[in-house]
Every structure is written in C-alpha cells, then in structure tokens.
C-alpha cells in the first residue's frame, strides 16, 4: 500500500545507549531507564502538509488518509492513534496526482476482536491534544477508537486551510494549551469552534482559510455538522431518560452508532460511496 512510508532501513538504540545520549544533549530532558529507546528509520522524504497549495491536492490527501487508516484497522488490526498535522507527508504519483502517506506510527496499537486496543497503553490517552478528539480530551479513562482518529483528520484538514496553521495561527490559540490539566478547556474550545461555525456567519475562521482552500469549506461545514452531532448525542447519553429520546426512534445506542458510523466512514469526504473501494 502506497498510503504508508516506504522504509528503506531501520535501527534501534537500547538503553543504556540512549540515555547517554540523552545525558549528552543540551535540553536534558527527564527520562527514565526502560522507558524510552530511539528508533532511527530511512524512508522516502515526503513533501509536508505545510506544501500544499491546492485544494484538489489537500482533498486527495485527506482522503488517502482516511482510506489508509481504514486499511490499516480492517486489515492489519492496526489503529494509529496520533493522527495530527506533522505526522502527514505526500507525493506525486506517476499520474501527477497527490497521494498522501500516513507517517509515525510509534503510538498504534493492535487491536482484537472486539476492536480494542491492546498492550501496556491500550487505556492510555494518546495523541496530539490540538489534533485529538473531543472525545478522548473530555475522558479520563476511554480507550482509542476508530471515530477518534478520523476526528483527528478534520482538525488535520482545518489546520492545513488555515493561514499559517493550527500551530501557527492566532485564532487557534487556545488549542495548544499545555499539560493534561488544560485538555478539557481545549475539547471546549473545540465544541465551540464548531457550534460558531455552524452559525449563520457565527465564525471568524473563514477568514483566516487561505484563499486557495475557500472551496473546502463546504466539506468542512458538512464534516463540522456530523462531529457536532455525535459529540451532542454522546452528552446526550448520559441522561438516557431525558425527553430528547422520546422522538429518536433508535434510541441511544442506535443513535450513536448511526452517527460513529457517518463519522468512520467520512461521509463528509466520500458521500454514500464506499471510501475504500476495491482496488483502491
């Protein structure tokens, strides 16, 4: 499969070799022994998101990564769960098209049966908190699903619209508070951006968007309408008996998987189209 680095070589540096290292550089950073190990891989250099200039070029490549991610769970039981703005790279193929290649996968998981992420960190929050799902920043103690990491691909695609980014841009900054203390204000910060943007001329972004990407907006709009949805059903779900679900005729669970559903398919992108067709 195209949509993942081609890797060329590959080598690790156990400890005690990385910590000197470590001791070596000038940030000292605090790390402990059996912790951590510095994994060195040659691969293709890929063109970053910060180079793309065309709409048509930042759609092909959203969607790759969705239809790789996709791949990657069905196929290979992988889930990714850091999917952010860095972690992204493209090329050219042969047709002159862009294609878009899923990078750095140190923090996925297999998954079993069921879906679930396994190991030592399969409870863990993992990800980048500007990048992260709403969900998993409101959540103490939710394992990584596939809707979240397909969550981390609209923020992926808002930053690469915007001027100068999420993680250069002003109007972002409230995203990219530091420490796990400050990941509830950013998943309200979130929500807010979307009802804001859901608002008739509620929002300030579509003036920030790089004039290049104005025609994306309505897929982001759509996108923004369907997150907005799920996050207020599960909110929702917490008071099963409110009168909310008197006229919902799948109840809570029916809903929320009717919805998890449009949301891993990445209706928004793809429409009632299959996003991962054979021969993709």
């Known amino acids: 499969m195209d949509m993942v680095?081609?890797?060329?070589?590959?080598?690790?540096?156990?400890?005690?070799?990385?910590?000197?290292?470590?001791?070596?550089?000038?940030?000292?950073?605090?790390?402990?022994?059996?912790?951590r190990e510095m994994r060195v891989f040659v691969m293709t250099r890929y063109q970053t998101l910060s180079e793309?200039?065309?709409?048509?070029?930042?759609?092909?490549i959203i969607r790759d990564i969705g239809r790789c991610h996709t791949h990657a769970y069905l196929e290979a039981r992988l889930l990714h769960r850091d999917i952010s703005f860095n972690n992204i790279g493209w090329y050219r193929d042969e047709k002159g098209k862009a294609r878009g290649v899923l990078l750095d996968w140190d923090l996925a998981a297999e998954v079993n049966e069921a879906g679930e992420p396994m190991g030592a960190t399969a409870r863990h929050r993992t990800g980048t908190p500007a990048y992260m799902s709403m969900r998993l920043l409101e959540s103490h103690d939710s394992s990584h699903e596939p809707v979240d990491d397909?969550?981390?691909?609209?923020?992926?695609?808002?930053?690469?619209?915007?001027?100068?980014?999420?993680?250069g841009s002003k109007f972002f900054k409230a995203f990219r508070r530091g420490g796990q203390d400050m990941w509830a204000q950013i998943a309200r910060e979130k929500k807010a951006f979307l009802e804001n943007l859901l608002r008739p001329k509620g929002s300030k972004w579509p003036e920030h968007v790089h004039e290049n990407f104005h025609e994306l907006l309505?897929?982001?709009?759509?996108?923004?309408?369907?997150?907005?949805?799920?996050?207020?059903?599960?909110?929702?779900?917490?008071?099963?008996?409110?009168?909310?679900?008197n006229n919902r005729g799948g109840g809570v669970t029916g809903e929320l998987a009717q919805a998890k559903s449009k949301l891993i398919r990445l209706e928004a992108l793809f429409g009632f189209d299959d996003h991962i067709p054979v021969g993709a």
């Open 150 to 167: 397909k969550e981390s691909l609209f923020w992926v695609m808002v930053s690469a619209m915007t001027k100068k980014h999420l993680h």
């Open 218 to 245: 309505p897929t982001i709009i759509h996108w923004a309408t369907d997150l907005h949805w799920f996050s207020m059903l599960l909110s929702m779900a917490e008071v099963p008996n409110h009168p909310f679900w």
């Open 52 to 60: 793309v200039t065309s709409a048509d070029d930042l759609l092909s």
């Open 5 to 35: 680095p081609a890797v060329f070589a590959h080598s690790t540096i156990e400890m005690p070799d990385f910590l000197e290292l470590v001791l070596r550089s000038k940030s000292k950073p605090n790390v402990e022994a059996g912790v």
